[in-house]
């Protein structure tokens, strides 16, 4: 069974760093698609960033395009997320997500994957 493990989130000023990492057990990831999602007080659970295990692209939110970045040690099977130039809007906790039948169409769709972490928070001071 897959498992995701996310750690590293905490509270930072705005215009701060933080790197998120989660940790994917329980097989063997080629195929998958691994996707950050986030979800603000009050609010739907929003697409953030989303990488392809095996390679063949990364993706943005127009919201984190250029601050955020993700990527993935095929080694030590983590997927990170580094958030740069942090704004208080960004406050939310963050989960990661797995799942092997995502296309470019339904990646943004968090009801499209199967796994989940138990999410960390991130919380970003004026």
């Known amino acids: 069974q897959v498992q995701l493990v996310e750690s590293g989130g905490g509270l930072v000023q705005a215009g701060g760093s933080l790197r998120l990492s989660c940790a994917a057990t329980?097989?063997?990831?080629?195929?998958?698609?691994m996707g950050w999602f986030r979800r603000a007080p009050g609010k739907e659970r929003d697409f953030v960033a989303v990488i392809w295990w095996s390679g063949g692209g990364e993706y943005y939110a127009d919201s984190v395009k250029g601050r955020f970045t993700i990527s993935r040690d095929k080694a030590k099977n983590t997927v990170d997320l580094q958030m740069n130039s942090l704004k208080p809007e960004d406050t939310a906790v963050y989960y990661c997500?797995?799942?092997?039948?995502?296309?470019?169409?339904?990646?943004?769709?968090?009801?499209?994957?199967?796994?989940w972490g138990q999410g960390t928070q991130v919380t970003v001071s004026s």
């Open positions: 329980g097989r063997t990831f080629s195929g998958y698609v």
């Open positions: 997500a797995a799942d092997s039948r995502i296309t470019r169409v339904t990646m943004r769709r968090f009801v499209e994957y199967d796994f």
